[in-house]
């Protein structure tokens, strides 16, 4: 696979993971986000598998486009692989209930459409 192609899975694989964290808080409270551990562990598991989706997309297509904060991606997935005593909750509900929809919407125009003609 050429590294655009990467590129592209890599982008797809965060869009993906950004739209089920999205669908797991549908209809939600903080209330219900803070008490709810299994809920908590879905949310942190997709928000880490967007941090390494984005550490695999290049150096140069990550500068092409900076409207997207790479950095505070791939930094919020190292904090929740390495640090995650350190995690808190209140940060990471604003993070998936404000920034990780806004996500869907920049990643979207990046991602080619799949060509259904061509197996």
Known sequence: MDPQERNFANLWDMR???????????GA???????DELLQSAVEWQLAIIGEAARR????????????????????????IHEYGEVKLDRLWVIA?????????????????IDDENP
């Open 16 to 26: 993906e993971a950004a739209r089920l964290a999205t669908k797991f808080l549908k």
């Open 29 to 35: 409270t903080y209330a219900k986000f803070y008490t």
């Open 57 to 80: 997309v290049t150096p140069e297509f990550r500068q092409a486009h900076p409207e997207i904060d790479w950095q505070s991606i791939i930094g919020l997935r190292n904090i929740l």
């Open 97 to 113: 209930t404000t920034r990780v929809p806004e996500l869907v919407g920049l990643l979207d125009p990046l991602i080619p459409p």
